[in-house]
């Protein structure tokens, strides 16, 4: 299994320049090989071949006025930029024809300075390696100083190189990971949840345990809304400008990271302790269409589920994602009677049926649970609701790194 690793990189002014001829380098061969892409389309010609193109667009390219620029940054960073661009056809085509999953993908486009994300990608032909010192050492661009928050498992295959929006690099390594180290890193147990995730509490688990949303975005607001006001009353083209927009963009990022942390924390907490999670499998997108949509995206169900995915993919635990129609808010999960529908301001209701009282979102966890066959009954038998239409009215650290830490 292959994951990243990302740190903070420092670079100095010198270097700072060097990264910079490298991302304008890598755009100039990306937007050539989309044009030449083009050109032949619109001609009906047969599109170019990668070898061609890397010829053309690199070596040949070289040597002419024009690109001659082109030699002042490593060849690797070129080819990479030429294997995106075939790599964005690819997935293009894919999409047209109905092989790739997920939603529709245009045609590449042409990349622009102002993009907020720069990018370049090292391969071991690169040459690239990490010092006695503890620095980056990346060819033509120098030993660039690296914020350690953990040691890499195993030696990396590729390094990226990544600027973003706030003006911010990172290194970003691919690992391949050991599955004897991770199996070691945490053994089995014998424990199973389910989780019911919303907005008054981010999750509640079937055990009871309630935890609460940190509404990252919300408490930033102010804070947002002051820059971007700053931000509106900049001319246009000016230096102050490039300043506010830049504090604009820290101030997200901020928020960004600090709701990334909290997801990585509670979701490595949640696959050490137990061999067995639920989750239901929510429609984010149509639910961020509501008046809802701001703390929908605040909380970032998604990126929490993608966690716990791959997650219990390296760990060996097992993720079970019920259907989103499950009437886990409607059925009483002592008796199994469906109860019928409730509004979202209804958080306690009793059973007609049992008279048992349930709090909403922890009897909806067990529901969860219950679904994706993870509870047990006491001669250990699974136990399954039998199945029911759904009702239509259901709303749906500095320094060289010292020791590993978790994600």
Known sequence: ?????????YPDAGQRIA????????RVVFNDCVRAREDARKAGDVFPKAGELSKKLITQAKQTVERSWLGEVSSVVLQQSLRDAE???????????????GPGLGPPRFKS???????????????????????????????????????????????????????????SFVIDTDPAADAAAMPDTGHAIGIDLGLAHFAVLSTGEKIDSPRFLRRAEKKLKKAQRELSRKQKGSRNRTKGRLKVARAHAEVTDARKEFHHQLSTRLI???????????????????????????????QFVAMLEYKAARYGRTLVKIGRFEPTSQTCSTCGVVDGPKALSVREWTCAACGTTHDRDHNAALNIKTAAGLAASACGAPVRPEPVLAQREETGSHGFPTGNRAA
Not at 3 to 9: G, S
Not at 19 to 26: E, N, P, S, T
Not at 125 to 147: E, F, H, M, Q, Y
């Open 1 to 9: 299994m292959q994951l990243r690793y990302a740190f903070r990189l």
């Open 113 to 171: 300075r102002k993009d907020n994300r720069q990018a370049i990608r090292f391969t071991a032909n690169a040459r690239w390696k990490i010092t006695d010192g503890g620095r980056l050492d990346l060819p033509k661009i120098g030993a660039v100083k690296v914020k350690w928050s953990r040691t890499l498992p195993t030696a990396p295959t590729s390094v990226t190189v990544i600027k973003d929006a706030a003006g911010r690099f990172f290194a």
């Open 19 to 26: 990264l910079a001829k490298a991302f304008g380098c890598a």
């Open 272 to 302: 050490s302790e137990n061999q067995g999670i639920a989750v239901e499998d929510l429609s984010v997108t149509g639910l961020a269409r509501t008046r809802l949509a701001k703390s929908v995206h605040d909380a970032g169900w998604s």
């Open 87 to 101: 790599t964005a056809y690819k997935n293009f085509f894919a999409s047209l024809k109905g092989t790739r999953k």
